[in-house]
């Protein structure tokens, strides 16, 4: 029963609870971009190379049932995937960035210490050393 509890206070800390909000929204965004990029910036990007269709890419190395095949044009749109939702999650962050940094109040400067410096200080102790 011990295994159980201590398993249930794992899971209900905030930053578990936090993570798992994190993956769903992750992946509801992650379909939302990879859309952008499959229905709006790869067809602009086909015109622009000639009406190519990125995912149809590859090349056959050999013959028959041994022959390889590499999806080249799949890497491409993986990276392009990638490559936007990095540039939308940093855009997406910065503004977060940005936003906190308006919530945050300069601190106030500490006073100057009223009194003798260190250097005086020292320069007292050494005295009182010197007479004894």
């Known amino acids: 029963m011990g295994f159980i509890k201590e398993f ?10 936090d993570m ?21 910036l790869m067809p602009l990007v086909g015109m622009v190379t000639g009406n190519v269709d990125f995912t149809g ?14 999806k ?3 890497f491409i749109q993986n990276t392009v995937d990638f490559i936007i939702v990095a540039f939308c999650i940093f855009l997406m962050l910065k503004g977060i960035n940005k936003l906190n940094r308006k919530k945050e109040e300069p601190a106030p400067e500490p006073e100057a210490p009223k009194g003798p410096t260190q250097e005086e200080l020292l320069a007292e102790i ?4 010197k007479q004894k």
């Open 8 to 17: 249930k206070e794992f899971a209900m800390k905030g930053n578990v609870m």
């Open 20 to 40: 798992a909000v994190g993956v769903i929204i992750g992946a509801a965004f992650g379909k939302i971009v990879s859309s952008l990029v499959d229905d709006v």
């Open 57 to 70: 890419l590859a090349f056959q190395i050999g013959e028959g049932e041994e022959a390889a095949v590499l």
């Open 72 to 74: 080249y044009g799949n």
């Open 126 to 129: 050494r005295d009182l050393l």
